[in-house]
């Protein structure tokens, strides 16, 4: 049995997200799903790093497959993205070895959040950036930032904790650029992207973060008030679910 | 009677161009000259600076209206944007001169069309530019367009040449940047912008300028059948008509 790597890029901003679900089509991983199998003609099930929500969008997703037939890396990729909508793309196709796992086998995940501070707004960023109600303190949201990284409990920046079997989780750094897009590796006047880098996230735990650290920066919260929600805080103490339309999954991260 | 001049941004991704028209709402002109209406309480007509087509975009569309009102010029900007849709910004209302007129006072026109060359297209710009079927090499595209440059008759370069008046137009400088973009002035790896500077363009001009200059860099025309295309060439001799979404009007340009 062959596994198979594949390193995908998609605008989530007309899909349901990327899990499979039984009362629609219209996610990532069962549009990618059925071109695979049209392309190989082989049943099969694929395996992304994680869930991304319905409007979040993903710079590299990396999910797997397994497959009898050696395929031709280059082909097939072409192959596949000749099938798919040109939201959705491939960027990579690789054999790796029998174990690895997208899901299991990751470390880390990168997530870009981008905030839109231009005034106006510029409309061609709308799609994938938020317009806080006011313009935020960079420094404050730094602060804010500064303390939620390390081991913690989570389950105020989560929703729904309670179905969580766990909400420990290590968030190794939050990264604030003003004017300069992490995502694209350049200048980008008028936006703040924070990247967050950490072992695992929870179910909106990004952008509860990111709307939390801008709440911070308008001054709603003060730092005191970001200790008690890490300290057996829960969802209702912590701020406003940033929306989807901002949040970027930069990559999953691997040992090999 | 005060003469007010707009600079406008917009995604023209879902709009029907910049004219108003009989059967539709869904034009640019008319949602602004709605929401100017709105806000100055005054019957009034919008001037632009010419049509963009529809799918067209614009960094910086100028307009012109009357207004007995003396307008405060910031709250009239904010107000506006508060009424209109994300995706049609107003950047600066500016009081004009009273002969000041958007389309008759215009020396000018910067138009830039965008070219996705990466392999796959990245589908964050999809919306943004036009990937044509295959790569068309930059050398040739620029020998195609030193062309075109100059006073000439662009009836080869026209949708409807009959219903115009007069076919004869400058084109003053036509750039080529690959791996940049003149638009959002910063590297952008995977694009090549052609940027248009003219006295003015017919009906759907800059598109199939474009579109022939993509041809020849993919070798289907020669440098002495743009000439001809120039000397007297009728539609059916140049090249495609490139897609509305790749084409933005950079700027209108005034002597004041």
Chains 1, 2 share one sequence.
Request: hydrophobic share 35%; proline share 4%; charged share 25%.
């Amino acid at each position: 049995m062959n596994n198979y790597r594949l390193t995908i890029q998609y605008d989530g901003s007309r899909y349901n997200g990327w899990q499979r679900l039984n009362d629609t089509d219209n996610t990532i991983e069962q549009i990618l799903t059925d071109a695979i199998i049209k392309s190989t003609g082989e049943k099969t099930k694929l395996i992304g790093s994680g869930r991304t929500d319905a409007g979040v969008h993903a710079l590299a997703q990396t999910a797997n497959f397994r497959c009898r037939q050696r395929l031709d890396e280059m082909h097939f990729t072409e192959e596949l993205n000749s099938m798919l909508p040109e939201d959705i793309r491939v960027n990579l196709t690789k054999r790796v070895p029998p174990d690895f796992h997208s899901r299991h086998s990751a470390t880390g995940k990168y997530y870009v959040y981008r905030i839109e501070i231009s005034e106006p707004a510029n409309p061609f960023r709308r799609r994938y950036s938020w317009k806080p109600d006011g313009i935020p303190d960079v420094k404050l949201m730094c602060e804010a930032a500064q303390r939620m990284i390390g081991e913690h409990d989570f389950k105020a920046f989560c929703t729904d904790a309670k179905l969580m079997p766990y909400t420990v989780k290590t968030v190794y750094d939050i990264n604030i650029h003003k004017d300069y897009s992490c995502l694209w590796n350049r200048e980008e006047p008028g936006i703040i992207e924070l990247e967050f880098h950490g072992s695992g996230f929870l179910y909106n735990m990004v952008r509860i973060m990111a709307g939390t650290i801008v709440d911070a920066g308008l001054g709603r919260f003060s730092p005191a008030d970001i200790d008690a929600m890490l300290n057996g805080g829960t969802r209702s103490m912590s701020g406003q679910l940033a929306p989807a339309r901002g949040l970027f999954l930069k990559k999953a991260e691997y040992s090999y």
